[in-house]
């Protein structure tokens, strides 16, 4: 990076930043040979194609630079496939307006596209997207057959989630002694890595997840659900946060994955807080940081997957939450104020089964006791039959 401009406004039309600071810009990129322009903002076509127009450089947004991070980090066919499906499915969305401002024009970042119709391009594009679907449906399906399987044999799983660069990925490797990719850049990790781990003769299955952060698109999180699901569909969350970033940007990036989390309908999983790196810290600001964090966040610990610090706490809290893990069923006649219900359990229970029976809906849940509690009241309310968790 050789410079940086900003400007508090509403956006332009035509720029997204005013036109003297369009030409500020095109000054600096003059000035400092610069190749390209990055905006933390999403340009529409046109604003992209006359800021390259002023500049004579490529422009490109925040999502299109999150695109290319996550094209160099994938090491998977599952995620290279994801991230060609969010790369098609953005450039569908500019297809018509691209292919008109191309017409007679070389402006940088829009060249090869003026031999093309709008229809016949968009059509091409509508077809690797459809060639791309049905290879993930078919890893989809795999994995799907792999969960059940592991449902099957009776194990519980944990998933390790939170923002990108928090150590999910050391401390995956400090419990299974595994050799998942880690380092110092974003996104290392884009596609899950299961392992079997056991702690005091307990045997889970742990989950590298990919990391969060912050306005991730919806159309990223669509095209990784795949991926972002092993969470959904975990019985423990373990949700890393780097305690030796400063406060405000901790609770930033806290709020972000908690609403990712409730984004993925993974709200209702019981959670356990690992507040990493505390290695980096002194005593004094672990506890300054903890006494603020301690009540916006689930069961938090203390750790540093780097230096083994307090991993045995951990181990520790996690068979205790999983052991008082409960399973209880359920049925309720089918009433207006049923679906509302329903989804409700789905939010805070891991629902195993659920049928919709002629006149009434039976479903087997896990949850945590108190959960439980909440759910048998409810269904009593609705003159349903609860039957009682069972360890």
Same mark, same amino acid.
């Given at each position: 990076m050789v410079g940086v401009l900003e400007q508090t406004r509403p956006p332009d039309a035509r720029y997204q930043i005013g036109a003297g600071k369009v030409e500020e810009l095109a000054s600096m990129v003059k000035e400092f040979g610069?190749?390209?322009?990055?905006?933390?903002?999403?340009?529409?076509?046109?604003?992209?194609?006359?800021?390259?127009?002023?500049?004579?450089v490529e422009i490109i947004d925040r999502f299109q630079l999150i695109l290319e991070i996550f094209a160099r980090r994938a090491t998977t066919v599952e995620a290279q496939l994801q991230i060609q499906l969010a790369t098609l499915q953005n450039e569908l969305r500019h297809a018509r307006e691209k292919v008109r401002l191309c017409?007679?024009?070389?402006?940088?970042?829009?060249?090869?596209?003026?031999?093309?119709?709008?229809?016949?391009?968009?059509?091409?594009? =509508?077809?690797?997207?459809?060639?791309?679907?049905?290879?993930?449906?078919?890893?989809?399906?795999?994995?799907?057959?792999?969960?059940?399987?592991?449902?099957?044999?009776?194990?519980?799983?944990?998933?390790?989630?939170?923002?990108?660069s928090a150590g999910k990925s050391t401390l995956f490797n400090a419990l299974t002694e595994a050799d998942a990719m880690v380092d110092r850049f974003l996104f290392t990790t884009l596609s899950t890595m299961t392992r079997m781990v056991e702690f005091s003769s307990r045997k889970f299955l742990l989950t590298d997840t990919v990391?969060?952060?912050?306005?991730?698109?919806?159309?990223?999180?669509?095209?990784?659900? $795949?991926?972002?699901?092993?969470?959904?569909? $975990?019985?423990?969350?373990?949700?890393?946060?780097?305690?030796?970033?400063?406060?405000?940007?901790?609770?930033?990036?806290?709020?972000?994955?908690?609403?990712?989390?409730?984004? /993925?309908?993974a709200g209702?999983?019981?959670?356990?807080?690992?507040?990493? =790196?505390?290695?980096?810290?002194? $005593?004094?600001?672990?506890?300054?940081?903890?006494?603020?964090?301690?009540?916006?966040?689930?069961?938090?610990?203390?750790i540093s997957a780097k230096k083994g610090l307090n991993l045995d706490v951990l181990k520790a809290q996690i068979i205790r939450m999983l052991e008082n893990y409960v399973k209880g069923s359920f049925s309720v006649p089918l009433t207006a104020e049923v679906m509302p219900f329903l989804s409700w359990v789905h939010k805070k229970a891991e629902v195993k089964k659920e049928e919709f029976l002629g006149?009434?809906?039976?479903?087997?849940?896990?949850?945590?006791?108190?959960?439980?509690?909440?759910?048998? $009241?409810?269904?009593?309310? /609705?003159?349903? =039959?609860?039957?009682?968790?069972?360890?």
């Open positions: 610069a190749d390209r322009v990055i905006f933390d903002n999403s340009l529409r076509t046109l604003q992209n194609y006359n800021l390259a127009k002023a500049t004579k017409r007679g024009s070389e402006q940088p970042g829009f060249m090869g596209l003026g031999a093309y119709e709008a229809d016949v391009y968009r059509d091409a594009i =509508k077809l690797q997207v459809q060639t791309i679907l049905k290879k993930l449906t078919v890893i989809r399906k795999k994995r799907i057959l792999q969960r059940e399987r592991r449902t099957e044999l009776g194990f519980l799983s944990v998933s390790l989630a939170g923002y990108t990391g969060f952060i912050d306005r991730l698109p919806i159309s990223l999180i669509e095209a990784f659900h $795949s991926t972002l699901e092993e969470t959904i569909y $975990s019985d423990l969350i373990i949700l890393v946060l780097d305690l030796s970033e400063p406060l405000e940007l901790i609770e930033k990036k806290l709020g972000v994955c908690q609403d990712t989390i409730s984004r /993925l309908d209702g999983i019981p959670q356990i807080t690992a507040l990493n =790196k505390v290695d980096k810290l002194s $005593s004094e600001e672990v506890t300054q940081k903890f006494d603020v964090l301690k009540g916006k966040v689930q069961n938090p610990l203390l006149d009434h809906v039976e479903v087997t849940f896990e949850v945590d006791p108190q959960i439980a509690e909440q759910i048998r $009241s409810k269904v009593e309310k /609705l003159d349903g =039959k609860y039957t009682k968790p069972v360890n």
